[in-house]
């Protein structure tokens, strides 16, 4: 494959889930992604591009991020010559059903269960211990515009990377990225994070009780209680309506 | 008033492709989108103190498989534009008012994502023809709309939202219990990233 539409495939991977429907979810993104490869592929056939359009045109879901890894994997499976249609359309077909939900599980626990949150307590923690009420924000003058900032390095470096070296790997290695993904240990870096979030997490809470000077007592309440109601399965959005109601009341009484 | 609200509502829309249709930089998270709203009504520090509360609301709420999430983009833009330049029992009263939107946006998003498949034969007759520009067209098409979705959703609500806010009459004992609440919210932030972090 020529290198500009490898390159042409990376950047249309960010359209991923631009059509995302319940009926299929991202095949459209997917097929929009690896089309300028596969019109090099079959180029010539226009009977065999047609058919390769429609069988990437099937149902796939996955973690967006280490989509481009699939892809890259898909791609060197169709640039294969010495096999037949059929063998190949079987492969592929059998590759992006079991390779597909098992990475989007580790993406989804890695990426949206504990990166995103630790980055945004980072973020949002630093912000509270400067100041708690939005008149000492206007007599923040620190740099308040590296804070969004310093969020989307520190969040990015690890998706750009996974984005990047996924389709690089898949490239260069193909079907053993699977191997190499999962070596790569994430649910160990998971448990990493997690640990580290619930220190900071727990800093940020004392520092930010403590140096409240009136309602340290109320402060401490409202972390117990949502605390124990989460747990409990009850949602955010409903203890944040109980917690309006609540701090409406306090103010009547006090 | 006006010119500047398009402004907002555009740049709002451009910020909220990021969440699903757009590369995923996460510029959609309030922590980004706030300051960025924020400095473009004149009031960063407003901003970035509504987009860390939002952030924290919306912390221990983690997408799975093909759930939809409540949107926390649209909550943080329209508080932020609300509660920039005006007192702090407005901001409070502007997050209040602005975390249903975020639910309602979810309910527009599930339709708009279920009403996605009437492409999916219009893309399969054009490979069968063997017009794939079709493709193309309907990619960008899908991001357009979902540009359209956002930018007419912020528009109505903060031109709703900002006719009734004034008439939302305070007494200085609620007054008081905004305080607290704006005091409160970060610590129900916390629990629910601890929650979540110790599952």
């Given at each position: ?7 042409r495939?990376?950047f ?9 429907n ?9 097929l ?18 047609k ?9 796939f879901n ?17 640039n ?23 990475i ?63 389709f ?11 191997k190499?993904?999962?070596?790569v240990?994430l ?45 409990k ?5 409903s ?16 | ?12 829309g ?57 949107d ?25 008012f ?14 708009h ?22 493709l ?27 006719y ?26 916390l ?9």
């Open positions: 494959m020529k290198n500009c539409n490898i390159i495939t990376f249309r991977s960010f359209l991923f889930q631009a059509v995302w319940f009926e299929r979810m991202q095949n459209v993104g997917f929009y992604s690896i089309m300028p490869c596969l019109k090099e592929i079959y180029g010539t056939d226009e009977n065999r591009l058919n390769a359009a429609m069988r990437h045109f099937d149902f996955t973690h967006p991020y280490i989509a481009n890894a699939i892809i890259a994997i898909t791609l060197i499976l169709e294969e010559k010495t096999v037949d249609d059929e063998t190949k359309s079987q492969q592929i077909k059998s590759l992006k059903l079991h390779i597909g939900g098992p989007a599980a580790i993406g989804d626990t890695f990426f949206w269960a504990r990166l995103r949150p630790l980055c945004g307590l980072l973020a949002a923690g630093y912000v509270f211990l400067q100041c708690k009420t939005l008149k000492q924000v206007q007599g923040f003058t620190s740099c308040h515009f590296l804070v969004p900032l310093a969020f989307i390095f520190l969040y990015n470096i690890p998706h750009v990377f996974f984005r990047f070296f996924g690089w790997l898949g490239l260069k290695c193909k079907t053993d990225v699977v190499i993904i999962s070596n240990r649910q160990k870096i998971s448990e990493i994070i997690r640990i580290i979030g619930i220190f900071i997490c727990i800093f940020v809470l004392v520092a930010y009780i403590i140096t409240s000077a009136e309602y340290r007592f109320v402060g401490a309440l409202v972390f117990l209680v949502s605390f124990i109601l989460l747990k399965n009850v949602s955010v959005i203890i944040f309506w109980g917690l309006v109601i609540g701090c409406v009341g306090i103010g009547f009484l006090m | 008033m006006n010119y500047e609200l398009l402004t907002v509502s555009f740049v709002g451009l910020l909220s492709l990021d969440s699903t249709v757009f590369g995923q930089f996460m510029i959609s998270r309030p922590i980004v989108t706030g300051p960025v709203i924020g400095w473009l009504c004149g009031d960063i520090k407003t901003g970035l103190f509504i987009g860390a509360m939002i952030e924290l609301l919306w912390v221990g709420v983690v997408p799975v498989g093909v759930g939809v999430p409540p926390s983009t649209i909550v943080c833009i329209v508080a932020t534009v609300l509660a920039a330049n005006n007192t702090p029992d407005v901001a409070a009263l502007a997050i209040i602005s975390v249903p939107l975020g639910i309602i946006f979810k309910r527009l998003d599930i339709a994502r279920k009403w996605n498949r009437v492409f999916l034969p219009v893309i399969e007759n054009g490979i069968k023809s063997g017009r794939y520009y079709i193309t067209f309907v990619t960008w098409l899908g991001v357009f709309l979902s540009f359209i979705k956002s930018f007419l959703f912020i528009f109505i609500c903060i031109l709703i939202l900002s009734i806010l004034p008439f939302v009459i305070l007494s200085p004992a609620v007054v008081k219990g905004l305080q607290v609440f704006m005091f409160a919210l970060p610590l129900l932030g629990a629910s990233f601890l929650a979540s972090f110790t599952k």
